[in-house]
């Protein structure tokens, strides 16, 4: 029978001298699927084929690297997993992990031996023995693979003992176990555990491979496994010649005749060629290889499929009431559901955990509005729209329902030099779009973390660094490209529906799935960045001084500060975070003096960098957001003293670990609050306090009341309705319910501060 | 005073994390952009967040051309010897002769055992390493007749054959504090790689340090010179002097000349993750310090005027 494995290739090289080197990237140059090596760690001669197979994986690119096989006696096991997720990890994701339990008494290993195992210091085992720790040693590489799995690894086995390992890292894709060997309690251990079975066709009796198969498909029925997920991988070998004399002994075609009924008859899922000789190398991956496929496809009832197959576990991961196979093809193929190996990668965001059911990952326009149609099959699951997953009021992620993620839309195009027009994709990520623009003496003023996605910010406000000389990030928005709640994709701009247009700045969660971002950025050579340490015995005077000083500092100059409670016993601290946008250090010194006389400072550092630096400093780390964030977003006109008084006791209430003063005004204040849905444009700070204890830090917080007017919403976590009349005001409240009821009537977009539609009372557009 | 002679290294010392995953590799790359002799990465397999050393150092190693590579330091006790010689070995074939060989004795014993290696008091260790540095140099040996054999106490390699020889003279470098194994490395290594932040006095540490090396190797019959001495270094570039590494470049050159006249360490391999703080370390310390050595050892070598 067949098993329905995409048919592969590979080739089997003997690793030594710069020759295996040559033939591998060889290999990857005529299209093979992967590159296996022998490991034979006893014999001198040959290449250690760990350090073969990282050497390989840097000089290719494509091609998977495997060993045929490991031997697992002179490895441990639990290192040797953190190799391979490193290995996979570097290579892009291109490792195949292929175990043997070491010497076999008939051959598979002919060279090898117990013998030569403990010769080299390793332990000499009995054929159960070898057997058994090399299932050891695949239940320990599974654990410690198993990164998404909070718990430490723990392992008590008769060969190998693990302690409560921390588990990790997480490969880049699903690397496969196989496992090499012949005997039959071999045979059953990958029916129970491996993902494929490694035989050599020469060490084969007749109608071996077709028994082997059979204790293997009834091991793992056994199992209660789909004897469908193991691979068969057979190792042939052969020779070309123009007459047939024997098997795999004659012309290309005679080749097919031989194997396509191992693969359609006895499962072969993929051949590995052994063979050193490049012309051969070459003349099957031409004349054997294409021919055989098509021989392969016309001989079963169906093509084999090319997606990713998902085994019983993977499967018993999904959660009731989506519908996942109803996936349209284009999603499905980057789709990640909870069994799958990126899971652990897209579940949760930078301040929040989350176990979504499924996270899609459309990679153009259409995709996104296929991603939504299949969304809104689904009106009951919480839908999250995700772009860089640094949301704080949104919620990007969920549990159990359907996220859209959009990292794949992140390109960063310049559409017009003359007039610094660039389009940025939503999943950009604010450093890459730093990083982009800095060629060109150019800068989009964004937040204070480069690592913020593009999409949730673009489409809230963008309070940043350069926020007082140069605005709003969505101050310098021209035009968007946005998919609606209908799945029409339409444009938005000053011409273009400009009603949407003005929602989209500053609500834009409630309206669509913006796809494209069009601005017009700003002439920024590189800016003075200061990081400045204050001891802030007097906190209200500190607080109120150092507001005096940020409102009043020249346009050029944008501050921002951070305190934390103070430590028992010892002064509170603040950190200044500042930036002018000056390339001259006398501009930049003068422009921080007054921040320097506010208090004494511990800590002082200054320098010119380009804003791409500043931006930069943002690691590139996958998220691991735990738990709900509860966070408290104000503006307020001024620093007053009964401000600062009370922020005092915000801050040694015990409630809060972090409090944050952002300046704005400047230029967000030159913009008539009317044109856009941000509508704030008066407030001088943004205030943001951050707590574990919800209940408390609402009481405190509700309690300041009387100090704010409005709130940023993509600081605030307060589900309670009061909050939208805090974050916009009534009028403009008021147009925003109306355009909802134009543009989502049915309230699809609601992960982010949702405004409820005002149904029907405009006329449809 | 002690200056055994060597020629300057500069290196650096890469923090081998896995996200992202390309960083230490692009740092490696970037030394050997520079021009740098050396990067080196520490090796924790019990750390999850690091990338396995010796899968790193094969992977940087056929993405550069011309730096050497070494683990600061590998981690002896989750490494088989045997094992681990013809990993050298081959990896030292593939890079032309870019590999070194940083070793030491392991110190996290819990995480150790917790991996599923074996716990060893610090004497214990000692004489682990010891063995393990017989095993390695045994199987490079390949031009001695007969198998291997080692009946260590702790290793027994028994009857395996010889070889690969290393492309080049692979250096075994040896981080290490305390006497006993300060001792081995007199008899045993190649080279002495210390960490300068380890050192509670600080620089003049080293004059004691050295002097058990020293000892050690002259009873075992070797020349202290046998012994290159490296040091971990930290710093930062900062346009006015405030401490030792802490300053402009300049200073940097006379902070390291100095050691290197007064402790003979000829091995400065910096910490750092940042591309910029590479390049000026190749391409205004390293210079300028070699400057300032081979000066003052021309002027030792001209004798007193
Ligand atoms: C460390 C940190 C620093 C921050 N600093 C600043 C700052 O300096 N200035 C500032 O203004 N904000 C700042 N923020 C807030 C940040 O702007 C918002 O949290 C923003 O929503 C994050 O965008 P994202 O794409 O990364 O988040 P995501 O979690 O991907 O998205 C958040 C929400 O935005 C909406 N959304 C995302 N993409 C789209 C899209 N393409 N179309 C329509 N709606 C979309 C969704 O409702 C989603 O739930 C910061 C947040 C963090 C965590």
């Known amino acids: ?116 195992i403990e010769a080299m210091g390793g332990p000499r085992l009995d054929p159960d023995g070898a057997v058994d720790a090399l299932a050891e040693a695949v239940d320990v590489v599974r654990g410690m693979l198993d990164a998404g799995e909070p718990t430490p690894l723990c392992f008590a086995g008769e060969h190998y003992r693990i302690d409560a390992v921390g588990r990790g890292p997480l490969p880049r894709h699903q690397v496969p176990i196989w496992l090499g060997g012949r005997e039959r309690r071999v045979l059953r251990l990958i029916g129970r555990k491996a993902d494929g079975w490694v035989v050599t066709l020469g060490h084969l009796g007749p109608g071996d491979l077709r028994a082997g198969n059979k204790i293997i498909d009834e091991a793992a029925a056994a199992a209660g496994r789909d004897p469908a997920e193991i691979r068969r991988l057979v190792n042939i070998a052969g020779t070309f010649g123009d007459e047939r004399r024997g098997f795999l002994q004659g012309p290309p075609r005679a080749w097919v005749d031989d194997l396509l009924p191992l693969a359609v008859e006895d499962g072969a899922g993929t051949f590995v060629l052994i063979c050193d000789d490049p012309e051969a190398l070459e003349r099957f991956a031409r004349e054997v290889v294409p021919a055989l496929r098509a021989a392969v496809d016309a001989a079963l009832p169906a093509p084999l499929p090319t997606g990713p197959v998902r085994g019983a576990a993977a499967r018993a991961k999904r959660r ?4 996942y196979d109803g996936l349209p093809r284009s999603l499905a193929r980057t789709a990640v559901e909870p069994g799958d190996i990126d899971y652990p990668r897209v579940r949760a965001n930078y301040m929040r955990g989350g176990s979504p059911g499924v996270v899609l990952r459309p990679g153009s326009t259409a995709e996104v509005a296929e991603a939504l149609a299949f969304a809104r099959r689904h009106p009951d699951l919480p839908m999250g729209v995700r772009s860089g997953g640094h949301g704080i009021s949104g919620r990007s992620t969920n549990d159990g329902g359907i996220v859209i993620d959009l990292g794949a ?55 940043g660094f350069l926020g007082r000389k140069h605005g709003l990030t ?61 001891v802030a015995s007097d906190m209200a005077g500190f607080l109120r001084r150092f507001g005096e000083v940020a409102s009043t500092a020249p346009r050029d100059t944008t501050a921002f500060l951070v305190m934390g409670p103070p430590r028992r016993g010892q002064p509170a601290v603040a950190q200044l975070y500042g930036m002018v946008d000056s390339a ?15 208090a004494p400072m511990f800590q002082q550092e200054v320098v010119i960098a380009p ?24 503006f307020v006109r001024e620093v007053t003293p009964a401000f600062a008084q009370a922020a005092e006791r915000l801050l040694t209430s015990g409630v809060v670990y972090f409090f944050q003063l952002r300046t704005v005004g400047g230029a967000v204040a030159d913009v008539d609050p009317d044109a856009t849905a941000y509508a704030h444009r008066d407030a001088g700070f943004s205030v943001i306090a951050m707590g574990v204890d919800r209940e408390r830090l609402d009481r405190l917080w509700d309690g300041l009341s009387e100090h704010f007017d409005g709130l940023y919403l ?52 | 005073m002690s200056d055994y002679g060597h020629d300057l290294l500069f290196g650096t010392f890469v923090t081998p994390t896995n996200q992202p995953a390309a960083h230490a590799v692009d740092l490696a790359v970037a030394s050997d952009r520079a021009g740098l002799d050396l990067v080196t990465f520490q090796d924790h397999p019990y750390q999850p967040r690091f990338h396995d050393t010796w899968t790193l150092l094969s992977y940087a190693a056929s993405r550069t051309s011309r730096i050497h590579l070494s683990a600061n330091v590998l981690n002896l006790p989750l490494r088989q010897p045997a094992v681990l010689a013809r990993s050298a070995a081959s990896l030292d074939l593939l890079s032309g002769g870019r590999l070194e060989l940083g070793l030491g004795a392991g110190g996290f014993w819990d995480a150790i055992e917790a991996m599923g290696g074996r716990r060893l008091s610090a004497g214990q260790a000692v004489e682990a390493l010891e063995e393990g540095i017989t095993v390695i140099r045994e199987i490079w040996a390949a031009d001695k007749p007969g198998p291997v054999r080692v009946a260590g106490k702790y290793y027994r390699v028994h009857g395996a054959k010889r070889g690969p020889k290393p492309a080049h003279d692979v250096g075994i470098w040896v981080g290490a504090y305390k006497p006993r194994m300060l001792r ?122």
């Open chain 1, 611 to 634: 804003y791409a630096e500043v931006m930069g400093m943002a690691p590139d780390a996958e998220h691991q957001g735990r738990g709900e964030p509860v966070s408290r977003s104000a």
């Open chain 1, 474 to 534: 969505i101050d310098h928005l021209r035009a968007v490209e946005m998919v609606l709640a209908d799945g029409s994709v339409v444009r938005a701009s000053d011409t273009e529906n400009p009603d949407l247009f003005w929602a989209v700045r500053g609500a834009g969660a409630n309206f669509g799935i913006v796809t494209s971002f069009e601005f017009e950025v700003d002439e920024v050579g590189a800016v003075g960045w200061a990081q400045l340490g204050f």
């Open chain 1, 714 to 765: 993509s600081f605030e976590t307060d589900q309670r309705p009061e909050r939208l009349a805090d974050a916009f005001p009534p009028a403009t409240l008021r147009r925003l319910r109306e355009l909802k009821g134009r543009y989502d009537p049915d309230n699809v977009f609601r992960d982010n501060f949702n405004i409820r539609p005002i149904p029907g009372t405009e006329e449809k557009p």
């Open chain 1, 320 to 323: 009731t009431g989506i519908d």
């Open chain 1, 1 to 116: 029978m067949n098993y329905g494995h995409p048919l592969e290739f590979g080739t089997f090289i003997t690793p030594t001298g710069e020759d295996a080197v040559t033939l591998a990237r060889r290999s990857e140059e005529l299209g093979y699927d992967l590159v296996t090596f022998q490991d034979r760690p006893f014999q001198p001669d040959l290449h250690d084929t760990w350090t073969l197979m990282s050497w390989v994986a840097g000089r290719t690119e494509r091609i998977h690297i495997a060993a045929n096989v490991l031997s697992v006696p002179l490895r441990q096991p639990a290192v040797l997993a953190r190799a391979a997720a490193s290995l996979d990890l570097l290579s892009g994701g291109r490792l195949d992990l292929a175990l043997g339990a070491g010497a076999e008494p008939d051959g598979t290993a002919p060279d090898g031996s117990w013998d030569a």
């Open chain 1, 584 to 598: 001259d250090p006398d501009t930049v010194i003068a422009q921080l003096q007054p921040f320097a006389q506010i």
């Open chain 2, 184 to 305: 081995l490395i007199g008899r045993a290594a190649d080279g002495w790689l210390p960490s300068l932040g380890y050192l509670p006095g600080g620089v003049e540490d080293l004059a004691e340090l050295n002097a058990h090396i020293d000892g050690a190797a002259v009873a075992a019959g070797r020349e202290p010179g046998a012994v290159r001495r490296l040091l971990n270094v930290s710093g930062r570039f900062a346009p006015t002097g405030r401490a030792f590494l802490d300053g402009p470049a300049e200073q940097w050159a006379e902070d390291l000349a100095g050691l290197t006249l007064e402790y003979g360490i000829t091995g400065f391999i910096l910490g750092t993750d940042d591309e910029y703080t590479i390049e000026a370390f190749a391409a205004e310390v390293a210079p300028a310090t070699r400057e300032l050595v081979a000066a003052e050892r021309g002027a030792v070598a001209a004798g007193p005027a």
């Open chain 1, 409 to 463: 839309l992140d390109a960063v195009e310049v559409l017009d030099e003359a007039t610094r027009r660039v389009r940025i994709g939503p999943g950009a990520r604010w450093k890459r779009v730093a990083a982009a623009l800095s060629p060109y003496g150019w800068a989009l003023t964004s937040g204070d973390y480069g690592g913020v996605g593009v999409g949730g910010l673009a489409t809230a406000g963008g309070i």
